[in-house]
C-alpha cells in the first residue's frame, strides 16, 4: 500500500472517529514520511484531544512550519498553544491568522480571551471591539466587552453598554462589578 493509500485510509477512519485505526495509520504514515503535513497535523489532533498536549505541540507545531498559510492549521495550534500554557505564542499565531484573514471571528475570538489571560485588558478590549464591528449581535463578546470595560476602571460605561445588551449582560459579573465599584 502506498503512502497516499495509508494516509486516505486514516483520515477516513478519523473521519469516522474511529481514533485508534486513525492514530495507527497517521503513525504508519509519519514512519515512512516523518514530515508529512497532514498526519503530523491530524495525529497532533489527536494527541491533544487525547490530553498529551506535549505530543500535540511538537506534532501541529511541525506541521505549521510545514504548511504555513494552511488557516485551520493555525486556530488549532493556537489552540494547542493555549492549553499548554503558553498564551503570548498563541497571540502570535492567532495574529497571523488575522493577518491571512481579517475578518475571522475565531482568531479575533481567541486574541481577545488570550489578551484578557495575561492582563493586557487593553489590547483585549480593543480585540472586542473588532470583534463586536463586525458581529454586532454577538452576546458572548458584547457581555466580555462590557465586563473589560469595567476590570478598566470604567464601570458605568460597562454599565450603560451591558444595558444595551440585555440578555447576554444580565447575568454577567459586570452589573456586580457596578454595585461593588
Not at 499565531?93 to 491571512?100: A, K, L, N, S, T
Not at 462590557?146 to 449582560?169: I, N
Request: one cysteine or more; charged letters at 20%; a negative charge.
Amino acid at each position: 500500500m502506498e503512502i497516499a493509500e495509508i494516509f486516505q485510509q486514516a483520515f477516513k477512519y478519523h473521519q469516522n472517529n474511529r481514533i485508534k485505526e486513525a492514530k495507527a495509520g497517521y503513525e504508519k504514515v509519519l514512519a515512512i514520511e516523518p514530515d508529512h503535513p497532514s498526519a503530523l497535523h491530524l495525529s497532533g489532533l489527536i494527541a491533544f484531544d487525547a490530553g498529551d498536549i506535549q505530543t500535540a505541540l511538537d506534532r501541529v507545531g511541525r506541521s505549521v512550519a510545514l504548511a504555513a498559510n494552511e488557516r485551520q492549521w493555525l486556530l488549532n495550534y493556537g489552540k494547542v498553544l493555549t492549553a499548554a500554557g503558553k498564551p503570548k505564542e498563541a497571540i502570535i499565531v492567532h495574529q497571523r491568522v488575522q493577518g491571512m484573514a481579517p475578518d475571522c471571528v475565531e482568531a479575533k475570538t481567541a486574541l481577545a480571551d488570550l489578551y484578557g489571560t495575561i492582563g493586557e485588558h487593553k489590547n483585549a478590549l480593543l480585540a472586542l471591539f473588532r470583534l463586536l464591528s463586525d458581529n454586532p449581535d454577538d452576546a458572548g463578546a458584547a457581555e466580555k466587552y462590557a465586563a473589560t470595560l469595567a476590570l478598566l476602571g470604567h464601570k458605568t460605561a460597562a454599565a450603560e453598554f451591558s444595558s444595551a445588551f440585555p440578555v447576554s449582560c444580565q447575568s454577567s459579573n459586570v452589573n456586580k462589578i457596578r454595585v461593588e465599584g
